[in-house]
T-cell receptor, first 114, second 113 residues
């Protein structure tokens, strides 16, 4: 298993601003993912964070809105840019060794945009 | 198309009752894996079980048991003698050819003392 530290745990932000969320893992992992979970909803994959290269985004998510960095195998950041109230969600970092393996999740960042 | 359906949005039971959470999946792949995760109020998803498409044996782990039936494309989760600490949102998920998780919409379980 992996221990994932995600910061901040929660934040309230003004519309039009940006927030960067950090994800730190206690061991080197192959795959890192960022998910969004809107209130009372399921998890939606935003992107796969690739080490040393551009993230792979899912349909409906773009780099300008959700820039992602992954400088090494244990750390990644997700930025939510030019926020609007519709971005209010829980953002979750997840890691796995790839393939069909189980994933491990951080505690999430509860973002409220006012 | 791949899909996971958890038809039960919310279930309430009284402590010590047994409860079954339903999960129905769709995939055209012959190789796939099914998962259950628990999301307590603290927010992080906790891995409970992984099952591959070639292993239909039921599994029991303490008060938890899982029933996998390919004939009905179901992977149901039963908690025996439920406890208040079982209160959480439970997600069923599928990975097949794309190696990406497909999550169901979750079932919120409330166990009342």
């Amino acid at each position: 298993s992996a221990v994932i530290s995600q910061k901040p745990s929660r934040d309230i932000c003004q519309r039009g601003t940006s927030l960067t969320i950090q994800c730190q893992v206690d061991s080197q992992v192959t795959m890192m993912f960022w998910y969004r979970q809107q209130p009372g909803q399921s998890l939606t994959l935003i992107a796969t964070a690739n080490q040393g290269s551009e993230a792979t985004y899912e349909s409906g998510f773009v780099i300008d809105k959700f820039p992602i960095s992954r400088p090494n195998l244990t750390f990644s950041t997700l930025t939510v840019s030019n926020m609007s109230p519709e971005d209010s969600s829980i953002y979750l970092c997840s890691v796995s060794t790839g393939g069909y393996t189980e994933a491990f999740f951080g505690q999430g960042t509860r973002l409220t945009v006012v | 198309a791949q899909k996971v359906t958890q038809a039960q949005t919310e279930i309430s039971v009284v402590e010590k009752e047994d409860v079954t959470l339903d999960c129905v999946y769709e995939t055209r792949d012959t190789t796939y894996y099914l998962f259950w995760y628990k999301q307590p109020p603290s927010g992080e998803l906790v891995f409970l079980i992984r099952r591959n498409s070639f292993d239909e044996q039921n599994e029991i782990s303490g008060r938890y048991s899982w029933n996998f039936q390919k004939s009905t494309s179901s992977f149901n989760f039963t908690i025996t003698a439920s406890q208040v600490v079982d209160s959480a949102v439970y997600f069923c998920a599928l990975i097949s050819g794309t190696y990406k998780y497909i999550f169901g919409t979750g079932t919120r379980l409330k166990v009342l003392a």
